[in-house]
């Protein structure tokens, strides 16, 4: 209706008198123009008196259709997709069409045009409801739909939806395992309120309109080179080569495609488990992958881009799907080659051979922002799964037997390398690193259990680490056991569920029962600390306090994740300087009496006593880490100062059965006692634990062989060879099932179920806090699946003249 020129746009549009609520028109714009600027003089144009709020630009989407060239990437939809806003995007018109446009159809022979089909979009006020609201992606995405969808890392990748919620979308990215499958929002203003989604990945978008995905597989041509999978890759962890595409398939002819065959072994999709190919596409492209070629074998390149020359030779020449997941675009997995100083070659697999069994590398992190080094991570075979060495960094070696130890607790591992442990961290927690800690820790997991290095130069970890603990910021040697208590509290601060945590008291247990007292000491302890390590890696002891003048007692059940045990009481008894690790069990259950460093508040005599105390362990966890108190710090009569010293007595601990039933004072699961099996040692040589050498010796979680690991160095072993004076730290682990929060969970439960619903003082519980009674019905005790019900307190009240008796205590 209107013929005017501006600058870069020129209009002209013509009604419809047939449909009133439609115009169509043509509108020329320079390609070089901002985006924002023509779209803004457009609408200008086409409604020259309608706010920009009320405007909405659409484009075509048309070409991207499935096999069946009827159905688009979304099972829903009419071909247009919304123009997000560009206010911040300084792209070209130019830029953007050629991004969005891949149909031929769609452009004229004059190759410096592009037509693109666009939809105007109007309502009536900025606050009405936008007329094709059904057909925003964000409406309309369903299970089955193609989206670009983006990661944790901010990266955009080619992805199916497996499952669709009012607030958020599960995705599989295309090229990647299902361990890494991720929940985003659906929304980009109603996010879930909930945390078991990734916050920093934005919602699904059309598929192939951002720059890392936009129609590159359309776009191959022969001679182009991809990432493809090596043929004999594992389905979980699949090694990445570079491939050079020689030939494709006739699309036109369906019946032509040739078998696959000598490929990679893919991960089935779906119910019926078929292989998952984007858009149903069937179309295949020969890939020539010269690393997974015999050394004797010579293939001529073929530098006129034919195919004419290239035959099929699997593994080496093989035909795969265009559009399956055995082939990637390059440099997504793979790191772009570095062409700098000395050592600086390559990264990873991108120029060694199957021959060459050993290369310098950069870590799939790359190269910090802050250094110009390369890693002195080494490409080879190790020998068992996970058997890694991990070079020495300056005095590191107390870092590496820790690493070395935890790397096979089977429950953590498997939580970091399916990936479960994203949907946990926990950046609000002011006691973690914002999930720093528990990310390089993942980052190394995954390059020890990758099978692509002998050794590894655990950088990343020690660093992010020394930034958050500053003792450890330095090139001394430490206490391993130090490293691993603060490894083990930063793992579990970083990934602990608890966002908010309320304040809680200290239970007191002295007048209740035992088993009530430490299962009400148990939930306090959750309503702040809930994470992987609680589940499978802390447990209760139970300490019973007197005061030595008044009599006065108290009980407190507390968390651990380690016990200490003491050596220095059996030096003279021990036959041939062995100590049995019974003895040094029976020793930590026995009684003590207070020094005066340490102290207790009796609140009757109102100061502070040496009091007789004993511990007692009352659950023990699915881990249980035992510390060898070796390390002893005396003061010098003589001089005044401290004086270290350590006691090599060897220590006979059991290495493939050691009971704990004796030791434990809490009921014990019948169909998994405390039954464990030693499968680490971390062990020390030398005078004190800020000096001297520590390696390890470990029993491989996956063929559960003995490999003793001294730095770099992984050699076979014997559990029974790490029995020696040096032993430090032992790890064992449940022989029968697991028993989540060491048993406390199923003892809550079954407290709960065959709990009397009235008290002795008559009063009816009410339950979990989520949860309302109706008024004026019969009040009934539920509990949540953990066992929780929330109970009014209720404070013992003493007779008068009643006295607490005090305990007898067994002094060495």
Known sequence: TTNNTTNNTTNNTTNNDNDCNHQKGLVLASRSSPLQQVMSEMTNLVVPHKSQAS?????????????????????????YELLESQQNNPITLGEWADQTDNDNNYKPIHTTYNTIK??????????????????????????GDYVDAQDSSGQWYEAIVKAVSDKTVKVHYFGWSSRWDCTIKRHTSHPPTHQNYCKVAAPPQPLWTHSTTNFWRDRLQIGDTVEIREAVSIVQRPRWYKGIVRAFSNEQQPHLLREIVGGAELEPFGEQSKILLLLERTRQVLIHVPQEGSSTTIVQENHTHTSEKWTAQPPHVRWVHLYGEEICKLYTHLKPEI???????????????????????????????????????????????????????????????????????PQLTTYFLDGRFQKDLNSENALGSGGKVAKAYASLLEDMWSGDYSKLAPRDLKSTVASFAPQFNNYYQHDSQEFCSFLMDGLHEDLNRVIEKPYVEDVEGMGMDDTDAAIESWKNHLLRHDSIIVDHCQGMHRSHITCPNCGNQSIKFDVYSSISLP??????????????????????????RLDEENAWYC??????????????????????????????????KRKGGIVRSKIDKKVDFPVDRLDMQPYIMGSIDDESP???????????????????HYTATVRNSRDEKWYRYNDSHVGSTTGDAAISGGAYLLFYKRVGRSLKWAGMDK?????????????????????????????????????????FTQVKSKKKKKSKGERASPINVNLH
């Open 55 to 79: 405007i909405r630009i659409w484009y075509s989407f048309h070409h991207v259709k499935r096999q069946d060239q009827r159905t688009f990437a979304t099972q829903k939809g009419d071909g």
């Open 118 to 143: 666009l939809l105007v979009e109007l309502r009536d006020t900025p606050t009405s409801l936008w007329p094709r609201t059904e057909y925003q992606l964000s409406q309309r995405v369903q299970v």
């Open 339 to 409: 062409t700098s100083s000395k050592d600086i070659s390559s990264t990873s697999q991108q120029t060694s051979s199957p021959q060459q069994n050993q290369q310098h590398l950069l870590s799939h992190q790359q190269i910090t922002k802050s250094t110009a080094f390369a890693r002195e991570s080494l490409i080879g075979i190790p020998p068992a799964p996970g058997s890694v060495g991990l070079h020495n960094l300056g005095n590191s070696c107390y870092l590496n037997s820790i690493l070395q130890c935890l790397n096979h607790i």
């Open 567 to 592: 050596l220095h009481q059996h030096n003279k008894k021990d036959n041939d300087g062995i100590i049995p690790l019974s003895t040094c069990l029976e020793s930590f259950t026995a009684g003590e």
């Open 603 to 636: 609140l009757n005599c109102k100061k502070h006593v040496c009091a007789l105390k004993k511990m007692t362990l009352w659950t023990t966890p699915d881990i249980l880490i035992i510390n060898l108190k070796r390390f002893t710090f005396d003061t010098c």
């Open 674 to 692: 405390p039954i464990y099996q030693l499968f680490g040692v971390s062990e020390h040589s030398g005078r004190t634990a800020n000096s001297g």
């Open 747 to 787: 003892l809550m439960k079954q407290k709960s179920n065959t709990s009397s619903n009235i008290h002795g003082n008559g009063e009816l519980t009410t339950n979990h806090h989520h949860s309302s009674i109706e008024p004026q019905q019969p009040q009934q005790q539920q509990t949540d699946d953990d066992g």
